[in-house]
């Protein structure tokens, strides 16, 4: 089975932009969660989603967005873009019925100039 | 607010003897742990994990340890190899709910 597959793997914004990330799970995950990782701070958990509605959500800003399609891919968004959300975005995926093991993709690095 | 605590940021240890990494969780919902490895420029990669009814659980080289009166963790890896160098994260979820993880320790082993 493929992995995860998160595109694009770099990408440069500058502030005030908005930046859309997506993410394709392993086939046969309905489950698709975003994190953040920062040195320092580990990864903060974004949102998940699972068959299309979001399940749970992080303590972050309304400016962090997601959602996800019929066929288990995932995007997220960042509108309005600050320096402080240069990071690694990183999209894990689960299969709900093979317990809570979470499988990632390699992550997409934002840098915010 | 951080639920899972790695408190030693780096490690360094030598080849052939035990690495040990230490978690700390202050949620008492949590009911499964994880562990994960990360090199850089990729994404975790699970190692091992461990659910509340346990209190020890070993793959080859790796032991995870829980003590859920302390709400601590940690894992064991012996003997320590330079491959073994990466960033550790622990990670706990409740049931129905996100997984949290801790901030990382980078461990490095030399040879």
């Known amino acids: 089975k493929a992995g995860v597959t998160q595109t694009p793997r770099y990408l440069i914004k500058t502030r005030g932009q908005q930046v859309t990330l997506s993410c394709s799970p392993i086939?046969?995950?309905?489950?698709v969660s975003w994190y953040q990782q920062t040195p320092g701070q580990g990864l903060q958990f974004l949102f998940e989603?699972?068959?299309?509605?979001?399940?749970n959500k992080g303590n972050f800003p309304g400016r962090f967005s997601g959602r996800q399609f019929s066929n288990s891919r995932s995007e997220m968004n960042v509108s309005t873009l600050e320096l402080g959300d240069s990071a690694l975005y990183l999209c894990?995926?689960?299969?709900?019925?093979?317990?809570?093991?979470?499988?990632f993709g390699s992550g997409t690095q934002l840098s915010v100039l | 607010d951080q639920q899972v605590k790695q408190n030693s940021p780096s490690l360094s240890v030598q080849e052939g003897r035990i690495s040990i990494l230490n978690c700390d969780y202050t949620?008492?919902?949590?009911?499964?742990f994880l562990w994960y490895k990360k090199y850089p420029a990729e994404g975790p990669t699970f190692l091992i994990s461990?659910?509340?009814?346990?209190d020890k659980n070993e793959d080859g080289r790796f032991t995870v340890f829980l003590n859920k009166s302390a709400k601590h963790l940690s894992l064991h890896i012996v003997p320590s190899q330079p491959g073994d160098s990466a960033v550790y994260f622990c990670?706990?979820?409740?049931?129905?709910?996100?997984?949290?993880f801790g901030a990382g320790t980078r461990l490095t082993v030399k040879p």
């Open positions: 894990a995926s689960r299969d709900v019925r093979g317990g809570e093991k979470l499988f």
């Open positions: 086939s046969g995950h309905r489950s």
């Open positions: 989603y699972f068959s299309e509605t979001q399940r």
């Open positions: 949620n008492s919902m949590f009911d499964y």
């Open positions: 461990i659910s509340s009814i346990k």
């Open positions: 990670a706990a979820s409740a049931f129905n709910n996100d997984m949290r």
